[in-house]
C-alpha cells in the first residue's frame, strides 16, 4: 500500500468529526499527497510529507501504548491520534516548489532538481497546522496544544525565550509523545538525501 492509501485508510477508520469531510476535500486539492516534508532533510522526496505524517502517526500509536497500555483509547481516542500524528505538519502544504540548480557532476555541471521553500501564509510552523485546521473542525485542547508544540524545543518561540512548551508537556503528556514520535519518524525511519 503507498503512503496516500495508507493515509486515506488511518483517517476514514479513525476520524469521523465534523468538517472532516470538508477538510479532506480541501486537501485533494492542495499538494499535501506529492509535497516533500523538507527541502534537504527528511524526506525531500515527491510524497515525502504524506510518508511522514504516516510515519509520525504510527511511532505516536506505539508510544501511547508503551505509556498508557493497552487500554490506551481510555485515555485519549483513536480519533485524535489520528488528528495528531497525521495532520500535525499540515502547515507544510503548498510551501514547497520545485526548482533546478546547477551542480558539478564528474566535472560536468548538471542541471538538478530540487525543493524551495514559498510559503504563502507564513504564520509559523505548529501554530500554522493548528491555523489550517481549525477553519474546517474544532481541535480539542490536547490537540491543538500538541500539534501546536510538537516542535518541542526545535521549535523558534522556544529559541526566542518562551517557557510555554515545558508547561504544555508537564500537562499534556500526549503532546509530548507527539513530539517524540516526530523525531522518531524523521532521524530513525526517514532518509537525508545526502548528495544536497
Ligand atoms: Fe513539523
Ligand atoms: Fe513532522
Request: hydrophobic content about 40%; overall charge negative.
Amino acid at each position: 500500500m503507498d503512503a496516500r492509501d495508507e493515509f486515506l485508510e488511518i483517517f476514514y477508520d479513525n476520524v469521523d468529526r465534523e468538517g472532516a469531510d470538508k477538510f479532506l476535500e480541501w486537501l485533494e486539492k492542495s499538494d499535501f499527497f506529492t509535497a516533500p516534508a523538507s527541502t534537504r532533510r527528511h524526506n525531500s522526496f515527491k510524497g515525502g510529507l504524506c510518508a511522514h505524517s504516516v510515519n509520525v502517526y504510527k511511532r505516536f500509536v506505539k508510544l501511547i501504548e508503551g505509556q498508557f497500555g493497552e487500554n490506551w483509547q481510555e485515555k485519549v481516542s483513536p480519533e485524535s491520534v489520528a488528528i495528531m500524528g497525521l495532520l500535525h505538519d499540515i502547515c507544510k502544504v503548498d510551501t514547497y516548489v520545485e526548482d533546478v540548480k546547477n551542480v558539478k557532476i564528474d566535472g560536468v555541471w548538471t542541471q538538478k532538481p530540487y525543493y524551495k521553500v514559498e510559503d504563502n501564509l507564513p504564520y509559523g510552523h505548529g501554530e500554522k497546522s493548528v491555523y489550517i485546521l481549525s477553519a474546517f473542525m474544532k481541535l480539542s485542547r490536547e490537540e491543538a496544544l500538541a500539534i501546536n508544540w510538537h516542535m518541542g524545543e526545535y521549535d523558534l518561540r522556544v529559541k526566542g525565550g518562551s517557557y510555554s512548551v515545558a508547561e504544555v508537556y508537564y500537562r499534556y503528556p500526549v503532546a509530548f509523545l507527539l513530539h517524540v514520535a516526530d523525531l522518531m519518524a524523521t532521524y530513525l525511519d526517514e532518509k537525508v538525501d545526502s548528495e544536497q
